[in-house]
């Protein structure tokens, strides 16, 4: 059966690591920013990348809050396979959210932090709705999860719709990598390609969406 300490790994212990990993891919590359341009981190730059970091604090609270909710669940021969795929779909999310924001910060360089702050901050906002349409998922499961008892344990075909929903979601997380792609595909960040790299990155939450309208119908509502 699935324990604690599993649960802390899925929806704390690797969005945190994903975290650590994204603070210090971007405060790596700034360092190397400021070896080729003097003054570079006397421009407000460091304050700038701590405002890049809260956001890769967002599936850390999430996964805290479905943490919380998925402990009280009744663990059972058919639901454990359920909880533990869920654990692994948020954990993934997690990751290629995180990892995908940093990227556009560091695929951009020094304008991330100077004249194209604002719109960096706005291609970075992108790839986070893979991760809130997990948990908007994840806390669908967990509600059919909360449902079953004792007396009416979740049935397997119940549990395989789950299964099949969250697999979906594992497809839809990579809407994140892939807007951050499509983020970064001119060789300047300027006015005119950010409105192009824009549509792009937006265009590629499509395969999020589909994903989550196919997770929806998946879902027991009894």
Same mark, same amino acid.
């Given at each position: 059966?699935?324990?604690?300490?599993?649960?802390?790994?899925?929806?704390?212990?690797?969005?945190?690591?994903?975290?650590?990993?994204?603070?210090?891919?971007?405060?790596?590359?700034?360092?190397?920013?400021?070896?080729?341009?003097?003054?570079?981190?006397?421009?407000?730059?460091?304050?700038?990348?701590?405002?890049?970091?809260?956001?890769?604090?967002?599936?850390?609270?999430?996964?805290?809050?479905?943490?919380?909710?998925?402990?009280?669940?009744? @663990?059972?021969? =058919?639901?454990?396979?359920?909880?533990?795929? !869920?654990? /692994?779909?948020? &954990?993934? $999310?997690?990751? %290629? #959210?995180?990892?995908?924001?940093?990227?556009?910060?560091?695929?951009?360089?020094?304008?991330?932090?100077?004249?194209?702050?604002?719109?960096?901050?706005?291609?970075?906002?992108?790839?986070?709705?893979?991760?809130?349409?997990?948990?908007?998922?994840?806390?669908? @499961?967990?509600? =059919?999860?909360?449902?079953?008892?004792?007396? !009416?344990? /979740?049935?397997? &075909?119940? $549990?395989?719709? %789950? #299964?099949?929903?969250?697999?979906?979601?594992?497809?839809?997380?990579?809407?994140?990598?892939?807007?951050?792609?499509?983020?970064?595909?001119?060789?300047?960040?300027?006015?005119?390609?950010?409105?192009?790299?824009?549509?792009?990155?937006?265009?590629?939450?499509?395969?999020?969406?589909?994903?989550?309208?196919?997770?929806?119908?998946?879902?027991?509502?009894?």
């Amino acid at each position: 059966m699935v324990a604690v300490e599993d649960l802390l790994l899925y929806f704390l212990i690797v969005p945190a690591l994903a975290y650590a990993g994204a603070a210090f891919w971007v405060r790596r590359t700034m360092q190397k920013i400021a070896e080729h341009q003097l003054g570079f981190l006397r421009e407000g730059v460091n304050a700038r990348f701590l405002v890049f970091s809260t956001l890769f604090v967002t599936p850390i609270l999430f996964g805290l809050v479905v943490y919380v909710t998925v402990l009280p669940a009744q @663990v059972t021969p =058919v639901s454990d396979p359920v909880i533990r795929l !869920l654990g /692994l779909t948020y &954990a993934l $999310a997690a990751v %290629l #959210t995180v990892l995908s924001e940093a990227w556009i910060v560091v695929r951009w360089k020094a304008a991330s932090y100077k004249e194209m702050f604002a719109r960096v901050l706005v291609l970075m906002v992108i790839p986070e709705t893979a991760i809130v349409w997990v948990l908007t998922v994840a806390t669908m @499961v967990v509600g =059919v999860l909360h449902r079953s008892t004792s007396e !009416l344990p /979740l049935s397997q &075909a119940s $549990a395989d719709r %789950l #299964t099949l929903a969250l697999e979906f979601m594992i497809a839809g997380s990579f809407s994140a990598p892939l807007g951050a792609f499509l983020s970064t595909r001119q060789p300047v960040l300027s006015a005119q390609t950010f409105r192009r790299l824009l549509l792009w990155e937006i265009a590629a939450t499509v395969l999020a969406v589909a994903c989550l309208v196919l997770a929806f119908q998946q879902i027991p509502r009894t």
